[in-house]
């Protein structure tokens, strides 16, 4: 960790000050920026109020007016014989004690990719909004929606429903069947998020979980 400089702490302020403005906007379609209008990233839209009560470094994760790039070392856990083979034919990645890994955010209209590289494993999902408040992560034919709640400058994901997706036709799970996904971002310094994610199937436990310190590239928190 460095110690900031009059550049660091004026960047700090400016992406508190765009957090403020972002959150103000009752209906945050667009955002008038020196004459030209700007969208909100999704996260914004989605959290509205609360999101200024995050840390600098998660918002500058997902603050996708540009690419996002982050990268880390992290520890990666299985489950038992049963969750090992489910991973396998999921393709995900394997156990492992500091895998090196990466990240790429790429927003589009209404939606952002997530790409990941987990050593020689990739995982992509799709998030969008979805109902009131609600975001949406979607993997293969898998939709998980999630309430963004902020916790002393920490980002909760907090699950609400399950759904099968094929097209526009969606099937819900019952909760007592579905994958459970616990998720959080904290801040971990002026450009760094400890992660940990931790998804589980019903019956069968733990099917892979992951945590570590991710740097933000080019963060400007």
Request: glycine residues 10%; positive net charge.
């Amino acid at each position: 960790m460095t110690e900031d400089g009059p550049d660091a702490r004026r960047a700090r302020r400016l992406s508190s000050g765009r957090a403020i403005l972002y959150a103000l906007t009752l209906d945050p379609i667009a955002i008038a920026v020196a004459g030209r209008p700007v969208r909100p990233p999704l996260y914004a839209r989605i959290m509205r109020q609360s999101w200024p009560s995050l840390s600098a470094p998660v918002r500058s994760l997902h603050e996708t007016d540009s690419p996002v790039r982050a990268h880390g070392d992290l520890r990666i856990d299985g489950g038992g014989h049963v969750a090992r083979f489910a991973a396998r034919l999921l393709r995900l990645p394997g156990p492992g004690a500091a895998v090196r890994t990466f990240l790429t955010i790429v927003g589009g209209e209404g939606f952002e990719h997530w790409r990941r590289v987990f050593g020689e494993c990739r995982v992509a999902t799709r998030q969008y909004e979805a109902g009131p408040r609600e975001l949406a992560e979607r993997f293969g034919i898998l939709e998980i929606r999630f309430h963004l709640e902020a916790r002393d400058g920490s980002l909760h994901y907090i699950q609400r429903r399950t759904t099968f997706r094929a097209g526009p036709v969606r099937v819900r799970i019952p909760a007592a069947l579905a994958p459970r996904v616990e998720a959080r971002e904290d801040p971990a310094g002026p450009d760094r998020i400890r992660i940990a994610v931790d998804i589980a199937l019903p019956g069968t436990g733990r099917l892979i979980a992951y945590s570590g310190i991710i740097h933000v590239e080019g963060s400007r928190s």
